[in-house]
């Protein structure tokens, strides 16, 4: 009986079940996978485990799994995907704290590159668009920066940890083919480099921005963004501070013609 | 210079809902109130509305245009969501989701309540504010109306209160999290006292004593 028991043990497997697509535009297809289970398993060594073996639950000998992922450590936000229905890093989904069978899927909002590669380019034009840098190039000596208060640096700090994983952006409701909303982390963005005491110098710019077509207004509050975000940015506070910003910059524009 | 008019309608849409159509939706729970003070006091309450000058011309420009903006701009905004409750079963996410149904309640109601009680008037050559308290109070004194009425009422006070909450995010008045908390609660307790004015003045309205009244009255 104790050696059944330990043969069990042995074969232990984790359920997953796969929302694959071989490319961008073949159709999504789902597929189950049995690996052995070893401790610790997160999601990223379980793929692993299928490109060592990349035999699916019918026996079938098939492509192994596709994914993108960096630094393994929840700070580069390349192995976003929806993991048990919720957006998330791969790496940091630990497979003892999942409930089997684990559904994993790419984050749908993104075009899908294959499997659970997506584009996540739009979030970078978003960027661009809403000029989330300070513009300090040049040759000449610009002299010392601004001083800053420690306040205002511990506030930056946490709108800084955005890590452009496209996490709150699979979560907003207002975020999908039907509306051209660039998302919350843009408005995070924003709101960082305008508190920026260098930063505030193109701070008309921003905000002229952001309030562009499917910018800030586009938001909902639904507040799932700050629910879902792995790094707890204030996003939601960065919303309503750049709507502030928003009302102020719109009288005084109306008021300077 | 990038294009704002997106910017510019969604904050006029926030905007009218407050101003003009929310506060219209206080002073009509105010009046119709008057109507649990007995006929009397809903008849005085009514002339003296109707004794506004310029009355037509406030409700066009006043009223409707500016409610006919909120309710089709906001159909505009209800079907470019893609709802996710069944993944995010959050407090918030929840409103957002019943702010855009009782949007569109709300909007039902309004058409059939306008055509009911104020096309209607529009047939009559010399309204009285009598004859508009017999006609509310013999639409009121059907149980199933007065039930719908009252299924109404509430979905309209709803999306009042949580457009109130999401109003003062929007224009950035609440901020941080302890704002909107706060506000969260100043808005629960003003549903349900909202609501209770607006119940009771159905029930007033629905009691077959206050149609006697109206008839006494004339």
């Known amino acids: 009986m104790s050696e059944q028991t330990a043969v069990v043990e042995q074969q232990k497997t984790v359920h997953l079940i796969f929302t694959r697509q ?129 306040i205002e640096q511990q506030w930056r700090y946490e709108l800084s940890k955005c890590m452009t994983c496209g996490v709150c952006l699979e979560a907003c409701p207002n975020v999908n083919d039907n509306s051209a909303f660039i998302g919350p982390f843009a408005v995070g963005q924003v709101t960082l480099f305008n508190a920026h005491p260098t930063g505030a ?48 910059h719109m009288f005084k524009k109306w008021l300077s013609f | ?87 995010f079963g959050t407090f918030r996410n929840y409103m957002f989701v019943i702010q855009r149904i009782t949007g569109v309640i709300t909007l039902i109601f309004i058409i059939w309540h306008v055509w009911q009680t104020r096309i209607q008037l529009l047939f009559d050559s010399t309204p009285t504010a009598h004859e508009l308290a017999m006609d509310t109070a013999s639409i009121l004194s059907n149980d199933v109306t007065a039930i719908l009425y009252g299924i109404a009422v509430i979905s309209t006070v709803f999306h009042f209160c949580n457009g109130m909450w999401s109003f003062l995010v929007s224009w950035g008045i609440t901020i941080g999290p302890r704002a909107q908390l706060v506000s969260t609660w100043v808005w629960i307790v003003a549903f349900v006292v909202i609501s209770y004015f607006g119940i009771s003045s159905i029930l007033a309205f ?13």
């Open chain 1, 201 to 248: 110098l193109n701070k008309e710019e921003r905000t002229d921005a952001l309030i562009s077509d499917g910018g800030l207004q586009q938001c909902g509050n639904s507040q799932n963004c700050v629910q879902a975000c792995p790094k707890g940015i204030p996003l939601t506070t960065a919303i309503a501070t750049m709507n502030r910003e928003a009302t102020k």
């Open chain 1, 22 to 150: 071989d490319g961008p535009d073949s159709k999504p297809y789902k597929e189950e996978f049995h690996v052995p289970y070893r401790k610790n398993m997160n999601i990223i060594s379980a793929m692993m485990e299928i490109q060592r073996n990349p035999v699916n639950s019918k026996g079938e000998t098939v492509a192994p799994i596709q994914w993108e992922s960096n630094c393994l450590e929840e700070v580069c936000g390349a192995c976003s995907m929806v993991i048990n229905g919720k957006p998330r890093q791969a790496c940091t989904a630990l497979v003892d704290k999942l409930q089997q069978p684990i559904r994993i899927g790419p984050m749908n909002t993104f075009p899908v590159v294959r499997d659970l590669v997506v584009n996540r380019g739009r979030m970078f034009d978003a960027l661009k668009k809403v000029k989330a840098w300070i513009p300090v190039d040049g040759t000449h000596d610009l002299g010392p920066a601004p001083r800053q208060s420690a």
């Open chain 2, 206 to 218: 629905n009691d077959p004593n206050f149609a006697i009244n109206v008839t006494a009255l004339q």
């Open chain 2, 1 to 87: 210079m990038s294009n704002q008019t997106d910017f510019l309608n969604r904050r006029l849409h926030s905007l009218l809902g407050v101003i003009p159509v929310g506060f219209f939706l206080l002073e009509h729970f105010y009046t119709n109130y008057h109507a649990t003070q007995g006929a009397d006091a809903f008849v005085e309450a009514v002339n003296f509305l109707w004794a506004i000058p310029l009355l037509p011309v406030l409700e066009i420009f006043f009223i409707f245009i500016p409610l006919m903006y909120h309710a089709f701009y906001g159909l505009y905004i209800v079907f470019r969501a893609k709802n996710n409750v069944s993944q």
